[in-house]
C-alpha cells in the first residue's frame, strides 16, 4: 500500500494527513512541531510513505532538513500554490490543510521549491543584517537632514564623517537643537560601526571562497552581490539554462496570451528581492562607472541610448545573472573581450 503525507505546520503543533493512493483519508492526527516527534508518527503509521509534503514557511528549512537527515522522503511544495488548491475548499482550517496536502501529494500536482543548506542561510542572514542596518542609517540621516531643513539648515552633499561634522557645526550654540539632533548622530555612529564589523566578515566570507572570488572578476560585481549570489542560487545545477536565472530573480518581463489578447509588461519582481536590487546596482556601476570597455558593457550603452538608462540597468542585471551562473557552471572568470575584435 502507497501511503501519501501532508503537514500543515504551526509554531507548537503540526496536522498530519495520511491518504492512500485514492486519495482515501487513513490516518489523522495532531504532534508537535518537532522533527523528531513527526518521524515517530509517520514511520508508525505510513511507513511506506511515497511523499511527504509541507508547505515553504519560517520554519520549512529546519523542518525539511531535519527530516531529509532522518530519511524521510519529505518535499517543500510553493505556497503559492498550495494556496490556489487549498483555497477550493469551503471550510479553513488546519486539519483540512492537512488533508489539501497530502493529496496534492498524492496527485503529484504540485511545484517542488529547492531549499538551501544551512550555510547559505547563515550568509544569506549575515547580508539581511547588513542591509537593514544601512537603512536605519540612512533613515537616521534622513530624519536629521529633515529636522535641520525645517529650520533653514542645510547639509548639502556629505558622506562618511563629514555628514556628523556638519550636523554639529549647525546645531552649534543652539541647545534647543543639540538636545534632538545630538542621540541622532550617536545612534548613526553606532549602526556605522556596526556595519563597519559587517562588512570585514562580508570580505572575509569573499576571501576564502574561490568561488566569490571568480564572480568577482565581472566588472560591477563586489564582494557583497557575489555572496549574495552563491547564497541565493545555492545550487547552480537546478537551472538547465542559464538564461532561466534571469527569470528566477524577477528581471524577466510579465507575459499574458489569451485568445487575441498578447502582451508583456514590466518585469516580474518575483524571486529574491535582495538579489534583485545589488544586480541593478550592480549594473548601474559597470554602466556608469567603470572605464574598461567590455562586450556586455558596450551592449549595455547601445540599449541606454535606445531605450533610457533605467531600463538598460535592468537588462544589464538580468544579463549579469546570466553570466555569473554560466562562470559558475563552467567554472571559469570573466571573459575581457578586446574591442577591435568585436
Same mark, same amino acid.
Given at each position: 500500500m502507497e501511503y501519501y503525507v501532508g503537514l500543515d505546520v504551526s509554531l507548537k503543533q503540526t496536522s498530519i494527513c495520511v491518504v492512500d493512493q485514492t486519495g482515501s483519508v487513513v490516518r489523522e492526527s495532531?504532534?508537535?512541531?518537532?522533527?523528531?516527534?513527526?518521524?515517530v508518527y509517520v514511520r508508525s503509521k505510513a511507513p511506506d510513505a511515497v511523499r511527504i509534503g509541507l508547505e515553504t514557511g519560517p520554519t520549512s528549512t529546519w523542518l525539511w532538513t531535519e527530516l531529509k537527515q532522518l530519511g524521510l522522503p519529505v518535499i517543500c511544495i510553493d505556497a503559492r500554490h498550495a494556496k490556489a488548491v487549498l483555497r477550493m475548499q469551503i471550510n479553513k482550517s488546519d486539519r483540512n490543510d492537512a488533508i489539501g496536502i497530502a493529496r496534492i501529494m498524492q496527485t503529484g500536482w504540485f511545484k517542488e521549491v529547492h531549499v538551501k543548506d @544551512?550555510?547559505?542561510h547563515s550568509v544569506r542572514a549575515l547580508l539581511a543584517s547588513r542591509a537593514l542596518l544601512v537603512k536605519i542609517k540612512r533613515d537616521l540621516e534622513n530624519h536629521v537632514r529633515g529636522l535641520l531643513k525645517n529650520l533653514g539648515l542645510v547639509i548639502g552633499r556629505a558622506k562618511f564623517n563629514v555628514f556628523a561634522v556638519r550636523a554639529e557645526e549647525l546645531i552649534e550654540g543652539r541647545p534647543e537643537l543639540i538636545a534632538v539632533i545630538r542621540p541622532l548622530l550617536e545612534a548613526r555612529n553606532a549602526v556605522g560601526q556596526q556595519v563597519s564589523e559587517l562588512d570585514r566578515k562580508v570580505m572575509k566570507l569573499a576571501r576564502h571562497d574561490a568561488q566569490v572570488r571568480r564572480f568577482?572578476?565581472?566588472?560591477?560585481?563586489?564582494?557583497?552581490?557575489?555572496l549574495a549570489f552563491k547564497a541565493t542560487i545555492d545550487d547552480p545545477a537546478r537551472f538547465a539554462r542559464s538564461r532561466s536565472v534571469g527569470a528566477?530573480?524577477? @528581471?524577466t518581463s510579465r507575459r499574458y496570451a489569451s485568445g487575441e489578447v498578447d502582451w508583456s509588461g514590466r518585469i516580474s519582481k518575483c524571486g529574491d528581492a535582495m538579489l534583485r536590487s545589488y544586480l541593478f546596482e550592480a549594473a548601474g556601476v559597470l554602466l556608469t562607472r567603470v572605464p574598461k570597455w567590455s562586450a556586455v558593457k558596450a551592449w549595455g550603452v547601445r540599449l541606454a541610448k535606445?531605450?533610457?538608462l533605467r531600463k538598460a540597468k535592468v537588462a544589464v542585471a538580468r544579463k549579469l545573472a546570466v553570466i555569473l551562473h554560466r562562470m559558475w557552471i563552467d567554472g571559469t572568470e570573466f571573459n575581457w573581450s578586446k574591442e577591435i575584435a568585436a
Open positions: 495532531v504532534v508537535d512541531s518537532d522533527p523528531e516527534a513527526i518521524s @544551512l550555510d547559505s568577482m572578476t565581472v566588472p560591477g560585481i563586489g564582494p557583497i552581490t557575489a528566477y530573480v524577477g @528581471l535606445r531605450n533610457g
